[in-house]
């Protein structure tokens, strides 16, 4: 019983940490982190799109979260609604773009993995459902 917590516990957190991974601040970060790079228009732009197309999709269609989130105001509304999931869109942005720029094997997997991860941590942390993160991955594919 005491080893089930304990996992549970360190399963818990290491999700919480790789949903991190497709955030506004870490996408921010890499472009960052590319300011001088022939990459950093191609993310500027993807971060743009991303947000853009999942805050177009959400202005018309609403879908409660797993864990419903109360909202007083509308963009408090835009932000509780669950599809589809801009984690997801950010992070398959980023594992698209890098893929296909470094065109490396290895390195595609492991971003193929990551946005895997980091798309599972939104059904894991019950933020999203399947179909919203499958809706948010087309959105990065939509944005690549």
Do not use: C
């Not at 805050?55 to 864990?67: E, G, N, T």
């Not at 599809?83 to 290895?106: G, K, V």
């Amino acid at each position: 019983m005491i080893m089930h917590k304990t996992l549970q516990k360190q399963l818990d957190e290491f999700f919480r940490d790789v949903t991190t991974l497709g955030s506004f601040a870490f996408f921010l970060l890499v472009t960052v982190l590319f300011i001088v790079s022939p990459l950093f228009m191609p993310l500027l732009v993807g971060l743009i799109f991303t947000a853009a197309i999942v805050i177009i999709i959400r202005l018309f269609y609403f879908k409660d979260r797993p864990k419903k989130e109360e909202h007083t105001n509308f963009i408090e509304k835009i932000d509780a609604s669950s599809f589809p999931s801009l984690h997801a869109a950010r992070i398959t942005f980023l594992a698209a773009l890098f893929s296909s720029n470094f065109n490396n094997d290895y390195l595609t997997i492991i971003f193929v993995l990551m946005a895997a991860l980091v798309s599972y941590s939104r059904i894991y942390i019950q933020k999203h459902d399947w179909i919203d993160v499958l809706g948010g991955v087309i959105a990065g594919v939509a944005t690549y």
